[in-house]
């Protein structure tokens, strides 16, 4: 088994464009897209949300595309993160804040070293090496020494077709999740943007600072529904006597994964009492982004806790500083209706009014939220019957993300044990 650098057996590892090369005017709704930190999720590339640009700009800067093989790394954030490209991917355009790193194929397989950076070892080693305490970023100086174990081309490729095996059954239940997230989705914005909701005929309409709504509805502020809120907490790396509860941490690099019940990324740490009992997560909490923002990611996401992701996290997980915890009255608004309509206020940026952009971080205006920031209330009948709809869909989405953890995890125990022989290939 030799041991190597991704550097020793890379052929180029290069920063995506800067921003004074593809600039926020230069995006569209159509056109090429382009990968950013973002987009990447379980080793997938999404493309909900993703940025586009004309060919214009993808021949101005050419050097920049995407071919299948490459591995796309995040430059900064969640710098574990990484996508190896398919077919499917094939001149796309790498984007600001990522690295695109070519592979010797003499050398190496380019899905085997996909599945060795994976490594929760490697992730780990990355992290540590990154620079920068508020946001941590990368340099090619860094990736370029990332250790590697490397058998010989020919293990790699058998150990590959062995693993892809189990790559495609993720895949599937990724794909029964998207499906399932759309499909909650779909009958949310059913009811509540369209109102077509059960019984809708003859409805009436009056005007509301969010344009014509029901008149069974009513626009309340964010600080009239909210029962508890709290800003979330880091903790400490070690126990100590000032740090003795030990719980996971949910960030805001976290979410993608988090909102389909993959709770893998998430840390472990070690808390002040006092600051894990007031902001212990429980079954229908909110968590809320309120820093840590980019022009291509505005803050403001939100993750809804259900008994699934807690279960997971052994019931002990709170949530991280540049987050809030908001726990719903549930006398004005159920959980999974307030979660979706955070969502819907997300996904048509009408979240961007809240938020202020200071040395390049994009922070939420959580106070200013509180007071004005509209939330469209149905009436409590109708949320709750939107509920019974919505849960069954949520434990299903619960249900597949746990299969794909344990797949995950068995995939990922035998990469060493075939690497070593002890499996034969």
Not at 68 to 75: C, D, E, F, P
Not at 249 to 274: E, M, Q, W
Not at 278 to 302: C, H, M, W, Y
Request: net charge positive; with cysteine; proline share 4%.
């Amino acid at each position: 088994m030799e041991k190597v650098k991704l550097g020793d057996i890379a052929t180029s590892i290069q920063t995506g464009p800067f921003g004074s090369q593809l600039h926020q005017s230069d995006y569209s709704d159509t056109g090429i897209p382009v990968v950013m930190p973002k987009n990447m999720v379980e080793g997938k590339i999404v493309e909900q949300s993703i940025a586009r640009v004309s060919e214009y700009h993808i021949n101005r800067l050419k050097r920049h595309k995407v071919s299948v093989g490459n591995i796309i790394y995040a430059r900064r954030g969640d710098v574990g993160r990484c996508v190896l490209v398919t077919e499917k991917e094939n001149g796309w355009l790498c984007g600001t804040g990522c690295f695109k790193v070519s592979i010797d194929l003499q050398k190496a397989n380019p899905t085997f070293v996909f599945y060795q950076l994976q490594k929760p070892a490697t992730i780990g080693w990355v992290e540590k090496h990154a620079v920068g305490a508020t946001m941590p970023n990368l340099n090619t100086s860094i990736l370029e020494c990332v250790p590697l174990e490397l058998p010989n081309l020919q293990t790699q490729n058998k150990i590959v077709n062995i693993l892809s095996a189990y790559d495609s059954l993720i895949e599937n239940n990724n794909k029964r999740i998207k499906l399932l997230e759309n499909m909650a989705m779909e009958i949310y914005k059913e009811w509540f943007v369209r109102f077509r909701f059960p019984n809708y005929k003859n409805t009436e309409f009056k005007n509301s600072e969010l344009g014509k709504i029901p008149t069974t509805f009513n626009v309340l502020k964010a600080n009239e529904v909210f029962e508890y809120y709290v800003g979330g907490g880091w903790g400490n790396d070690e126990y100590t006597e000032e740090y003795p509860v030990d719980a996971y941490v949910i960030r805001g690099a976290d979410f993608p994964l988090v909102k389909r019940s993959n709770v893998s990324s998430c840390p472990y740490r070690y808390h002040k009492t006092s600051n894990y009992k007031s902001r212990k997560l429980r079954v229908n909490d909110l968590v809320f982004e309120i820093s840590g923002g980019t022009a291509e990611q505005p803050v403001g996401r939100t993750v809804l806790i259900t008994q699934g992701i807690l279960d997971q996290l052994s019931d002990k997980v709170i949530c991280a500083s540049f987050c809030k915890l908001i726990r719903p009255d549930f006398t004005k608004v159920t959980a999974n209706y307030l979660y979706y309509w955070f969502q819907f206020l997300y996904d048509t940026r009408m979240i961007e009014k809240f938020q202020l952009q200071s040395t390049g971080i994009i922070n939420f205006k959580f106070d200013f939220f509180l007071r004005k920031g509209p939330i469209l209330v149905p009436t409590l009948e109708l949320m709750n019957e939107f509920e019974k709809h919505i849960i069954p869909i949520r434990k299903e989405i619960d249900k597949l993300a746990i299969q794909n953890q344990n797949l995950i995890r068995q995939r990922d125990a035998l990469l060493p044990r075939l690497m070593s022989g002890r499996l034969a290939v």
